[in-house]
C-alpha cells in the first residue's frame, strides 16, 4: 500500500556529496517517521537519520556534522544531504517509513535501495 522510490545515489570521490531523494507514495494517510538506514558489505543495517511528522530528526553519531535529512511534506518526498563523504560511508541506503494507512493501521515500509560508493 505504501511504495518508497529511491534516488541519487551512485560514484563519488572522498571528501565529495551526494544527495538522495526518496518519494513515498500509495495509500498514505499520516507518516509517523521517515528516512534512511544503510548496510554495508558484513555489517548490520543501521540508522542514518530520520525525521518525524513533527520535523524532530534523528542522526547517527557517524554521521553527525556531515549529514542533512529534509522533508517536503508537499511532495511526501525525504531528502539526504551528504558531504565529507569517505569510504566508510560506501552502502546501500534504504529509504524507510513508518507510515499509517488508516486512523488505526500502521506499518513499516522500505524502499529497493540505492548504492553509494565512495572511491578515488
Known amino acids: 500500500q505504501v511504495q518508497l522510490v529511491e534516488s541519487g545515489g551512485g560514484l563519488v570521490q572522498p571528501g565529495g556529496s551526494l544527495r538522495l531523494s526518496c518519494a513515498a507514495s500509495?495509500?498514505?494517510?499520516?507518516?509517523?517517521?521517515i528516512g534512511w538506514y544503510r548496510q554495508a558489505p558484513g555489517n548490520e543495517r543501521e540508522l542514518v537519520a530520520t525525521?518525524?511528522?513533527?520535523?524532530?530528526?534523528n542522526y547517527a553519531d557517524s554521521v553527525k556534522g556531515r549529514v542533512t535529512i529534509s522533508r517536503d511534506n508537499g511532495k511526501n518526498t525525504v531528502y539526504l544531504q551528504m558531504s565529507s563523504l569517505q569510504p566508510e560511508d560506501t552502502a546501500v541506503y534504504y529509504c524507510y517509513t513508518r507510515a499509517y494507512t488508516t486512523p488505526r493501521d500502521w506499518d513499516d515500509y522500505w524502499g529497493q535501495g540505492t548504492q553509494v560508493t565512495v572511491s578515488s
Open positions: 525525521v518525524t511528522a513533527g520535523h524532530s530528526t
Open positions: 500509495g495509500s498514505i494517510f499520516s507518516i509517523v517517521n
